[in-house]
């Protein structure tokens, strides 16, 4: 019987790729695909504030509610911070990769992929609540700026509009400086990658041709480790748009998309509105990935 099955699918490799796709392809559409669908669908719905009831009548009521100010406001300030932890993440992660790649012994690389790769190991929530004792009030910042004497200095930051708050741990500075510390090692680790398939024979003729490093590095670093760079965005990029923990921790009463979502589907009940948060930043990131595909981002993926 044994024998006769083997036999059966060593004739038959597509059966046994078959079954062997079935069950992930299976996570895939019903889980996966099956809760977007889902998502999508109460979306559709509207919440009677008057019952506290979802009504499950199609309508475009609760799409129109994102339109409202206070509500393009989220999505507006969401997806600044979003883009400004991009863009510091990768000016951080590129010298760092640049050297892993390039100058680094097997020792020290080794030791740098352990350094970057550690945080990972422990939880995020842990993460988290280690920034918010480092940048609380009486934290070790500001017991560092009140022993050189720039306290002053510190306090004048925190009373800048939008970017301040009563402290570093509530205020967008804090949300900025958390999620670039949760989010880079998605940033290194792609780009280093990227960095280390470009030949150093590329680089070494474009010195011979007479180009100056500056020159080099735009013209044949760059392009070829811009791959890189946009796959460690896409997690730098989607993450931050969808999470709340962070601005839950360390906002005010500002508002970003993950934190509208807790408290549309927690707190009010409003699953359709929640829904209909939910798929802001599934537009936002196609609208991204498109722009990335047509700059050729994925080419020399």
Known sequence: MLNRLSTYFYLRPKVVLALL??????????????????????SFFYFDGFTGQVVHTFTLETYAKLLDPTNLQIFQRTTFMAASVTVACVMIA????????????????????????????????VRVYSWKLLLAQEGIISWFAGIIHMSWL?????????????????????????????????????????????????????????????????????????????????????????????????????????????????????IPLAAAFTMGPIVIMIVYLLIARKLGAFDAL
């Open 94 to 125: 590129f010298p760092l990769s640049y050297y892993m790649a390039r100058f680094a012994s097997q020792r020290m690389k080794t030791f740098l992929y352990l350094a970057v790769t550690l945080p990972l190991w422990s939880s995020y929530v």
């Open 154 to 270: 510190l306090d004048l930051y925190l009373k800048l509009p939008v970017i301040g708050g009563p402290s570093l741990s509530v205020s967008a500075t804090g949300i900025f400086l958390v999620f670039v510390y949760i989010w880079l090692p998605y940033m290194i680790l792609p780009i280093q990658t990227a960095l280390e398939r470009v030949p150093k024979s590329l680089m070494e003729a474009s010195s011979d041709l007479g180009a100056s490093p500056a020159q080099t590095f735009r013209t044949v670093l760059l392009p070829l480790a811009f791959p890189g760079v946009i796959a460690g965005s896409i997690f730098t990029f989607s993450l931050t748009l969808g999470d709340f923990i962070v601005p839950q921790l360390f906002g005010n009463s500002s508002y970003y998309i993950g934190k509208a979502v807790l408290v549309y589907q927690g707190t009010a009940g409003n």
């Open 21 to 42: 796709l079935l069950p992930p392809l299976l996570w895939f559409l019903v889980v996966y695909i099956g809760s977007l669908i889902t998502m999508l669908i109460n």
